[in-house]
Structures are given as structure tokens and as C-alpha cells.
């Protein structure tokens, strides 16, 4: 009999570190790893739409068009350089806007999904169970 309450011992021991093993992994190890993957995901499209890079250069021209003024003052030249480059600067802002406008509602959208596959990870297992009782419920007592 010895030898059989050591193995219920040896066998209660490991069910128990498995089921810290398990704890520590749903709600501490995983969760870790979800942020650090939303994480790394709005990081990309961070840099993917270079909305850092296009708010430093929300009025420069669009793609570097502009027409230089010229060395002598002509003011028919004057008034066509400076009107064209007042038109390549809000062609490049309207641009940069719809951009930004983009990257910020994917990082919207990232970030939403991001939180509600966080918050499905973590009520998992209390789900599972619930359904799993519930379930049998239905099975054996209804």
C-alpha cells in the first residue's frame, strides 16, 4: 500500500504543477505575448503609413514639385512660381491628410481587435467551463 499512496502523492503533485504550468501560461505568459504582438502591429503600421514622417512634412510640396521664382524679378513669373507652389503645398497636405487619416484608422482598427482578442484570451477558460457545465446540465438533469 506504500507503494501505491507514493504514486496518488507523485501523481497529485504533478497534476497540480500542471495546472500552475497551465495558470501561468493563459493568464501571464500568453497575455505577455498578445500585447507584445499588438504591440509590434501598431509599431508597423506606424512606420508602415510614416505618419511621424508625413506630420513633419504636412506642407512641403507634393513629391518636391515647385517652380523656382527665377533670378530677376518678373512678377508674371512671380505670381505663376508662387501660385503653383501654394498648389503643389495643398495638393501634398490634402494628400498627407488622407494618409494620416488612414494610418490612424488602422491603428484604430488594430488596436479595437487587438483589445477584444486580449479580453477573449483571458474570459476563455472561464467560458469553457461555464459551457462545459452548462452542457452537461442540459445533458443529465433536463
Do not use: C
Not at 497540480?16 to 500585447?35: C, G, M, V
Not at 512671380?78 to 491603428?107: D, K, P
Not at 479595437?112 to 483571458?122: C, E, P, R, T, Y
Amino acid at each position: 500500500w506504500r507503494g501505491f499512496a507514493f504514486l496518488i502523492l507523485l501523481y497529485n503533485e504533478a497534476m497540480r504543477y500542471i495546472l500552475i504550468q497551465y495558470l501561468t501560461w493563459q493568464f501571464f505568459d500568453s497575455p505577455r505575448e498578445i500585447l507584445k504582438a499588438i504591440k509590434n502591429f501598431l509599431l508597423f503600421y506606424l512606420d508602415y503609413f510614416s505618419i511621424p514622417l508625413l506630420l513633419k512634412t504636412f506642407f512641403w510640396h507634393w513629391h518636391k514639385y515647385s517652380y523656382s521664382y527665377g533670378k530677376s524679378f518678373n512678377p508674371g513669373r512671380y505670381f505663376e512660381a508662387f501660385a503653383f507652389n501654394m498648389m503643389s503645398r495643398v495638393v501634398g497636405a490634402i494628400l498627407r491628410a488622407f494618409f494620416i487619416i488612414a494610418g490612424v484608422a488602422a491603428e484604430l482598427v488594430i488596436l479595437f481587435f487587438g483589445a477584444l482578442i486580449f479580453f477573449i484570451w483571458i474570459l476563455l477558460p472561464f467560458a469553457a467551463t461555464f459551457f462545459l457545465v452548462f452542457g452537461f446540465n442540459l445533458i443529465f438533469f433536463k
